[in-house]
């Protein structure tokens, strides 16, 4: 089964399980999650997205890439300057984060041969990258179908703003979602950042 097949499938039977993601579907018929091929300009805007907007992350972002010349690799990264990188609004910490991805040999791992758990666990061998970026990199890269990054704000905001009329719930809440939408829980993910943002989020 591809990626856009396996969608299809994750949408028919979301619909199925549950009514108020099946409402959300419905706003965005045509639309679904963008796969970047790239792992590391993947890991990167993973990391760049880190703690900001969705808006916010992607004009550092656009930033990033005109320092970059449109494009985005190791070698650019590793010989930018930090003065010239804080200039495109990053901090200092993020520019530390993302000069160890630039000289870490991880994103050559065989990914096919992980579950999520070790592939999550392998990312975060690199300095700067937690659970939530590794999550974002299974989503975005890998195209894993079954992540609940249930650290990521706007997934938070977006149950409670559709199960629980806006109030603010724990984390033994949030762990329901994860028997109630799984296999698809990186479908349900999307679409419940989708109806909060005006722009897809991208990683």
Request: hydrophobic share 35%.
């Amino acid at each position: 089964m591809n990626v856009v097949e396996q969608w299809q499938l994750a949408v028919e039977e979301l619909c199925k399980k549950d009514s108020k993601i099946k409402k959300i579907i419905s706003q965005y018929k045509g639309e679904k999650l963008t796969l970047r091929d790239e792992p590391f300009e993947t890991l990167c805007r993973s990391i760049v997205g880190q703690q900001i907007s969705v808006k916010a992350a992607d004009s550092v972002w656009k930033k990033l890439e005109k320092l970059c010349n449109e494009n985005i690799n190791r070698k650019k990264i590793t010989n930018l300057s930090d003065e010239r990188m804080r200039g495109a609004g990053l901090s200092k910490q993020k520019i530390t984060y993302l000069k160890n991805i630039a000289k870490s040999d991880v994103l050559t791992t065989k990914w096919e041969e992980l579950s999520d758990t070790e592939a999550i666990e392998k990312l975060c061998t690199i300095k700067g990258v937690g659970v939530w970026t590794a999550e974002m990199f299974l989503i975005f890269n890998l195209a894993r179908p079954n992540i609940l990054p249930l650290a990521d704000i706007g997934l938070i905001r977006g149950i409670e703003k559709h199960y629980y009329d806006s109030e603010r719930i724990d984390r033994k809440e949030l762990e329901i979602f994860r028997s109630k939408w799984s296999p698809w829980c990186t479908v349900a993910t999307w679409y419940l950042w989708r109806s909060l943002d005006p722009i897809p989020v991208e990683y």
